[in-house]
T-cell receptor
Framework: DAGVTQSPTHLIKTRGQQVTLRCSPK?????VSWYQQALGQGPQFIFQ???????QRGNFPDRFSGHQFPNYSSELNVNALLLGDSALYLC?????????????FGDGTRLSIL | GQNIDQPTEMTATEGAIVQINCTYQ??????LFWYQQHAGEAPTFLSY????GLEEKGRFSSFLSRSKGYSYLLLKELQMKDSASYLC?????????????FGTGTLLAVQP
């Protein structure tokens, strides 16, 4: 049973560029959440997707956008990259019907902005 | 506002017991989670509390007091592989989501 998978593992971009990160949820999960984790910090909630719609959003600018596909996989897009966007981006999946179940995390994408 | 506090670093000895505390102040509450995160890896689920009291799972136990906004993770019979960051996270009850609000994490170093 495959867990949450993310791609790519590492990515290097320059300021002003755009990036797309991808996530496939754990089998049986229908909800995908994205988090940003800066070095030495806890993950910060970006947004969550369910039924191909953004269900809730954290305190992140509109440069951060996302999408969920019919197969529940998801993408995170970041435009006009800033140096401060350098972080580990984590995808977590869960099942809406399992309110007492934990979110399962992927290994993340390490994004470095030069 | 939303605030979750936990110690930044802790050190303990192999074979000993360590308690990692977490206090929270959030606008909503629908459960508290503990995750373990080794450097460069994904957070992995350890425990979940939604009612007051102690939940035990092998060498790991977690306690919750909702009235005090307080939880702790207890690790027994420490092993070197337990050296990791331990994240306390509160599930926000806002909306129809299960958004998690994380603390900064406690970096635990287990020494021989």
């Amino acid at each position: 049973d495959a867990g949450v998978t993310q791609s790519p593992t590492h990515l290097i971009k320059t300021r002003g560029q755009q990036v797309t990160l991808r996530c496939s949820p754990k089998s049986g999960h229908d909800t995908v959440s994205w988090y940003q984790q800066a070095l030495g910090q806890g993950p910060q909630f970006i947004f969550q997707y369910y039924e191909e719609e953004e269900r809730q959003r954290g305190n992140f600018p509109d440069r951060f956008s996302g999408h969920q596909f019919p197969n529940y996989s998801s993408e995170l897009n970041v435009n006009a990259l800033l140096l401060g966007d350098s972080a580990l981006y984590l995808c977590a999946s869960s099942w809406t019907g399992g309110l007492n179940q934990p979110q399962h995390f992927g290994d993340g994408t390490r994004l470095s902005i030069l | 506002g939303q605030n979750i506090d936990q110690p930044t670093e802790m050190t303990a000895t192999e074979g000993a017991i360590v308690q990692i505390n977490c206090t929270y102040q959030t606008s909503g509450f629908n459960g508290l989670f503990w995750y373990q995160q080794h450097a460069g890896e994904a957070p992995t689920f350890l425990s979940y509390n939604v009612l007051d009291g102690l939940e035990e799972k092998g060498r790991f136990s977690s306690f919750l007091s909702r009235s005090k906004g307080y939880s702790y993770l207890l690790l027994k019979e420490l092993q070197m592989k337990d050296s990791a960051s331990y994240l306390c996270a509160v599930r926000d009850k806002g909306g129809a989501t299960n958004k998690l609000i994380f603390g900064t994490g406690t970096l635990l170093a287990v020494q021989p």
